[in-house]
Nanobody
Framework: QLQLVESGGGLVQPGGSLRLSCTPR????????ILWFRQIPGKGREAVSC???????NYLDAIKGRFALSRGSSERTVHFELRDLQPEDSAVYYC???????????????????WGQGTQVTVSP
C-alpha cells in the first residue's frame, strides 16, 4: 500500500507562485510515475504533469513554461512549482502514483493506482 502525502497550496494573487509537494510513504518499492491532476468544481480531474522514475517529465500544453516538476533531496518527494498563477488555475490539485515498467516515458493518463488527498489552490485578487 502506498500513501501520498501532499502539502502546499493556498490563496495567491494573480501572477503569484506556489509550491506543492507530494511525498510517497508506506510500501514505496517498485517503479512508479508521479502525476499531478487538477479538478475544477463540476468538472473531472485533468492530468497536468507527470514525472517518471528516472526524471522524464511531461506537461499539459496549458501549463508549459509556468509550472515545473522537480524531485526533493530525498528523491521520493516530488515538488510542483506553480508560477505566474492565473484565476483559471484555481482548482484542487491532486498528486497520484501509477506503477510502471516504462521508466523512460510518462503519459498524462487518467488511470492511476493511488491518489493523494488533494490541496486547494485559489488564485484571486
Amino acid at each position: 500500500q502506498l500513501q501520498l502525502v501532499e502539502s502546499g497550496g493556498g490563496l495567491v494573487q494573480p501572477g503569484g507562485s506556489l509550491r506543492l509537494s507530494c511525498t510517497p510513504r508506506g510500501n514505496t518499492l517498485g517503479y512508479y510515475n508521479i502525476l499531478w491532476f487538477r479538478q475544477i468544481p463540476g468538472k473531472g480531474r485533468e492530468a497536468v504533469s507527470c514525472i517518471s522514475p528516472i526524471g522524464v517529465k511531461n506537461y499539459l500544453d496549458a501549463i508549459k513554461g509556468r509550472f515545473a516538476l522537480s524531485r526533493g533531496s530525498s528523491e521520493r518527494t516530488v515538488h510542483f512549482e506553480l508560477r505566474d498563477l492565473q484565476p483559471e488555475d484555481s482548482a484542487v490539485y491532486y498528486c497520484a502514483a501509477k506503477f510502471t515498467s516504462q521508466v523512460r516515458t510518462c503519459e498524462l493518463e487518467p488511470n492511476v493506482d493511488y491518489w493523494g488527498q488533494g490541496t486547494q489552490v485559489t488564485v484571486s485578487p
